[in-house]
């Protein structure tokens, strides 16, 4: 399995102020997933980023509110632009084991609030 | 297409008893099974899962599953709550590089 490490763990922000949540993992690793968990809710995915490509946004999410980057193997980056409340969630981000099954490790998360 | 379907938001047992957390699932796949628990403001951690072989997987902490093909389910037991059980719990089905997760069990242990 990876361990995976993510900055901040928590944050309280003004609304219309960015964000941008770190994630570094002790392995390389093909596919990062980053997730939005919002209060007594499930996971939803946000996006999927493979170093060297445009990350892939699932309906619903838009690059420009929640731009990624994935400079290296080990480490992702998600940005919360432009906050609202709305936007007070735990971010997680996750990635891909090896081998048979396609078992994510995650992150412990990245808890925000928005005022 | 997946989803999956867990019955009980929140599921209450008495220490020592039988815990059982209902997990259904729809693939159009053979589906890869997860289970995950969630403890207070924590990340989420791997319980077990179900690739292929063995129907019945077992897991960390005393946790079984048994993935039942006919029934599509994927059942989440353990023999003997424990107060360190109470966790939010999280059944999830994965096929092309996709996982979707169910929407939780909130697991309650009372003394």
């Known amino acids: 399995s990876a361990v995976i490490s993510q900055k901040p763990s928590r944050d309280i922000c003004q609304r219309g102020t960015s964000l941008t949540i770190q994630c570094q993992v002790d392995s390389q690793v093909t596919m990062m997933f980053w997730y939005r968990q919002q209060p007594g809710q499930s996971l939803t995915l946000i996006a999927t980023a493979n170093q060297g490509s445009e990350a892939t946004y699932e309906s619903g999410f838009v690059i420009d509110k929640f731009p990624i980057s994935r400079p290296n193997l080990t480490f992702s980056t998600l940005t919360v632009s432009n906050m609202s409340p709305e936007d007070s969630s735990i971010y997680l981000c996750?990635?891909?084991?090896?081998?048979?099954?396609?078992?994510?490790?995650f992150g412990p998360g990245t808890r925000l609030l928005v005022l | 297409a997946q989803s999956v379907t867990q019955l009980g938001s929140h599921v209450s047992v008495s220490e020592g008893a039988l815990v059982l957390l209902r997990c259904n699932y729809s693939?159009?796949?053979?589906?890869?099974l997860f289970w995950y628990v969630q403890y207070p403001n924590q990340g989420l951690q791997l319980l077990l899962k179900?690739?292929?072989?063995?129907?019945l997987v077992k897991g960390i902490n005393g946790f079984e599953a048994e993935f039942k093909k006919s029934e599509t389910s994927f059942h989440l037991t353990k023999p003997s709550a424990h107060m360190s059980d109470a966790a939010e719990y999280f059944c999830a089905v994965g096929g092309y590089q996709k996982v979707t997760f169910g929407t939780g069990t909130k697991l309650q242990v009372i003394p």
């Open positions: 179900y690739t292929t072989g063995a129907t």
């Open positions: 996750s990635v891909e084991g090896q081998g048979v099954g396609e078992t994510q490790y």
């Open positions: 693939s159009s796949v053979p589906p890869y």
